[in-house]
Every structure is written in structure tokens, then in C-alpha cells.
């Protein structure tokens, strides 16, 4: 399974207003668009972290190896991308005029912390600082993003640093997170590997324990020693001829 961590970092808008207490922004007022400054990319199975930006790269070439990047992966893996990285990235591919990279399936991290634990916060760094990882790079704030836009050497090795560890950060919550995230993408099915093996790790160290009860039918249940997803068999052991009347 291809699987494929990203992270992208985009400029803010640029309007004129006169008011600052009751900012209403209509289409004349914009200067400038929001677009992505810069993205950081990773491969499950490869050491390197790949960066990308536009001081570095130029736009084009930026999006189009965003692109090809993309078209390469089985599986997307992000934090909150689902609502922020994929829909500016799909915007930057049409207005390149490039046609949708084969589809993907997709693991938001964000989604998942959000559907299974009542936490304090889910920002990836109050996440990852609970789970003992070493959280995300501190930056100068928002004037940081203002300085790259300048052009400013030293803050776009910054930004660089920061991008990188986030994508680095993703795999490392991914691994602890992995057993938790529900409708995980069947790696078994992508690998071609299909039987008795975990859908999420690919591991064949199953345990049989229990069964799922449908509403009308029963399957084997299966946890992962590896990694400790629960799954369930296929078949159908049994099921109920007199249904219950809606």
C-alpha cells in the first residue's frame, strides 16, 4: 500500500478595508488570494521527507509534483486535510488546468481524534504532546508566514523545518493512532493480500476473539497482535431466518 503523509502550508488572503470591527469583505476589496506557499510529503515504507515550495520549486512545478504525488498514493494520510490540504490542493490543480490524480483513499487523523476521544483539544500539537511525541516546531507566529512571503531567506528555512516536522509528526501519531481510526483504508485488499491478515497493518498475527453479531447474521471476530485493530471475518457464520418486524 502506497501510503502517502502531507502537509501544506498557504498564504492568507489579501484584501483592503476600512473597517476592522465589522469586516465585511466583498470580491472588489481582494488584493490577493490565498495559494500554497510550500508542502511537505512523506512515503510510509521511505526515510525521506520530500519539501517542496515556491521560493525553491517555482508554483507550477510545486503543484504538479503535489500532483503526480498524489496520483502515485493508494491512501492519503493528513490532519484535517479532508476540509484544509485537499480541497486548496484541488483548487491549485484546476487552476493549473490539471485533471483530478487517480483517486485516493483518504485517513484523517484530525477526524479520527475527534470521533473517538473526548479530549481538551485536538490540535495536532496538544495531541501529540499527550501521547509523549516531541509535538510540532515552534515558529515566530504569523509574522513568519508574513517574512516568507517577502522572500526572506532565513524565515523560509523556518517554515521548512516546521513543514517537515509535521509530516514526520503524522507518521509517528499515525502509529500509535492505528488501532483507533475507524473504516480503515483494507490495506489487505490494496496489497493484493486479501485473507487472514489485520486490514489495517497487513500483520497475519491474528487472534480469533468472539464474534460480530449483525442484526441478522454472525462473523468471526479477529484482534491484531501488532497492532491491536479489532476486524472481522467475511463469512457469514450463521445467520436468522425470523427477522424482526419494522
Avoid at 80 to 88: A, C, E, L, V, W
Avoid at 169 to 189: G, K, M, N, S, V
Avoid at 200 to 221: D, P, T
Amino acid at each position: 500500500m502506497r501510503l502517502l503523509s502531507l502537509d501544506l502550508e498557504t498564504s492568507p488572503h489579501l484584501v483592503w478595508d476600512w473597517d476592522l470591527h465589522n469586516l465585511m469583505v466583498s470580491i472588489d476589496k481582494i488584493v490577493a488570494t490565498t495559494e500554497m506557499m510550500c508542502f511537505s510529503a512523506k512515503w510510509w515504507d521511505e526515510k525521506d521527507v520530500l519539501f517542496y515550495s515556491i521560493p525553491k520549486n517555482g508554483k507550477d512545478q510545486m503543484v504538479r509534483e503535489a500532483h503526480r504525488l498524489l496520483d502515485e498514493a493508494d491512501v492519503v494520510m493528513h490532519y484535517n486535510g479532508k476540509r484544509f490540504d485537499i480541497p486548496h490542493l484541488n483548487r491549485e490543480f484546476l487552476e493549473l488546468g490539471l485533471l483530478p490524480p487517480s483517486p485516493y483513499q483518504q485517513i484523517d487523523l484530525y477526524q479520527a481524534v475527534r470521533k473517538q476521544f473526548r479530549l481538551a483539544s485536538t490540535k495536532l500539537q496538544y495531541v501529540s504532546k499527550m501521547l509523549g511525541l516531541e509535538g510540532k516546531v515552534q515558529h515566530s507566529g504569523f509574522s513568519l508566514w508574513v517574512k516568507c512571503m517577502a522572500g526572506d531567506p532565513a524565515a523560509w528555512r523556518e517554515m521548512e523545518s516546521y513543514n517537515r516536522q509535521d509530516v514526520i509528526l503524522l507518521e509517528q501519531l499515525y502509529a500509535i493512532l492505528q488501532p483507533w481510526i475507524p473504516h480503515h483504508p483494507a490495506r489487505t485488499l490494496i496489497d493484493g493480500t486479501a485473507g487472514d491478515a489485520c486490514p489495517a497493518c497487513g500483520s497475519s498475527s491474528l487472534e480469533k476473539r468472539g464474534f460480530a453479531i449483525a442484526i441478522q447474521r454472525k462473523y468471526q471476530r479477529y484482534v491484531c497482535r501488532k497492532c491491536g485493530k479489532w476486524s472481522r471475518g467475511g463469512k457469514s457464520l450463521g445467520s436468522v431466518e425470523i427477522r424482526e418486524v419494522a
